[in-house]
């Protein structure tokens, strides 16, 4: 396994959170945002990241929370005509390339994410360009345009089986762009990988050191980890996946008290599957200024109620500001590597199936 060349370090551009609203202010964007909903036909799909209010005002209206790929699948089979993606840029972009004759808007187009911003395609494209002889997958956290350039994209709960297979047909990878994951699935696999460097800022900021006091204060603890922590964190673990599967991961495990390494938007969820336990937050190494995360993407909390009803109420002259375009070459670029995904995914169900 060789690393790829880091490009240059990026000052990533962090976002204000919105101001706290009153309760009274909160209640009635709640029941505006409600009546606009189903006055436009429109569906409310969230990640698990986003604040739990916004978690909450997607699952009361029969939208979706998720991880980004169920969001953007999601987005594609239900009835509506529009699409209010809570999360992040690359999640719109998503759904919107499986939904383009849907209209998908977004809180902000402002809420990007660190893996996006040190990726750009222009860079990665260079670099895929000279190691020709190897496939490009890619992480789900990727721009529209990133996903084009690749042969395959992979989410988290699923990147270990495809770069297994791959590996199995004697490809050589290029991977991108989380360095953390990257490293994890070649340990994992085996495989040849070539490896972007790149990272999320909330899993890279987990630190095993902090870690291991908590630990000493909860030693009956289970460990759940997300695979883009570094590998000093993820060696601690007692369970390692995606969201959806630290989820599942929290509700087989028989601890009563769980260290949970990712976004702590994810205890929402999480502690509707587990009521009866108490959910702890991995430590980060940084505390206050030095803290770049503290353990929640700054882009996700700008995912507000405000945003998301100027979202639903603004006219053909603001819709720059959250509507979702991709070129269409782009879109049937992605699509394919998409695709390859999801009907690899479906192959694995069916075979998981056949033979229970």
Not at 1 to 13: E, K, N, Q
Not at 176 to 192: C, F, M, N, Q, V
Request: hydrophobic share 40%; glycine share 6%; proline share 5%.
């Amino acid at each position: 396994m060789t690393d790829a060349l880091r490009i240059a370090p990026i000052d990533y551009p962090f976002p204000e959170k919105p101001a706290s609203l009153s309760a009274e202010r909160s209640a009635f964007l709640t029941q505006e945002i409600k009546r606009l909903l189903v006055e436009k036909n429109a569906t409310l799909v969230a990640h698990y990241y986003t604040d739990p209010e916004i978690q909450a005002l997607a699952e009361a209206t029969g939208g979706c929370v998720s991880d980004s790929l169920e969001m953007a699948r999601f987005g594609r089979d239900c009835a509506a005509e529009t699409l209010i993606v809570a999360g992040v840029k690359f999640m719109g972009e998503t759904s919107k390339i499986l939904s383009p004759e849907k209209t998908v808007l977004m809180p902000t187009l402002e809420a990007t994410c660190s893996l996006d911003l040190g990726c750009p395609e222009k860079e990665f494209s260079d670099f895929c360009d000279t190691h020709p002889d190897h496939t490009v997958v890619v992480y789900a956290n990727t721009s529209a345009a990133v996903k084009a350039r690749a042969d395959w994209i992979v989410t988290s709960s699923i990147a270990l089986e495809i770069v297994e297979h791959l590996d199995s047909e004697g490809h050589k990878i290029i991977w991108g762009p989380d360095r953390h994951l990257g490293s994890y699935i070649a340990k994992e696999t085996g495989a040849d990988m070539l490896m972007w460097q790149g990272e999320c800022i909330v899993h890279d900021e987990f630190s095993s050191k902090a870690l291991k006091d908590l630990q000493h204060v909860y030693p009956d603890a289970a460990i759940l980890v997300h695979p883009e922590s570094p590998a000093s964190v993820v060696e601690m673990a007692d369970a390692v996946g995606s969201t959806s599967q630290l989820i599942n991961a929290a509700k087989s495990l028989p601890n009563k008290q769980l260290i949970v390494a990712t976004d702590r938007g994810i205890f929402y969820k999480m502690q509707q599957q587990v009521p009866d336990k108490e959910l702890l937050e991995a430590p980060t190494g940084g505390n206050g200024a030095t803290c770049k995360s503290c353990a929640h993407c700054p882009w996700m909390a700008m995912n507000g109620l405000e945003s998301i009803y100027k979202a639903l109420t603004c006219d053909a002259g603001d819709n720059s500001l959250h509507n979702i375009e991709v070129d269409e070459s782009v879109r049937e670029g992605a699509l394919i590597s998409l695709n390859r995904m999801l009907d690899f995914s479906a192959q694995l169900k069916a075979n998981a199936n056949t033979s229970v």
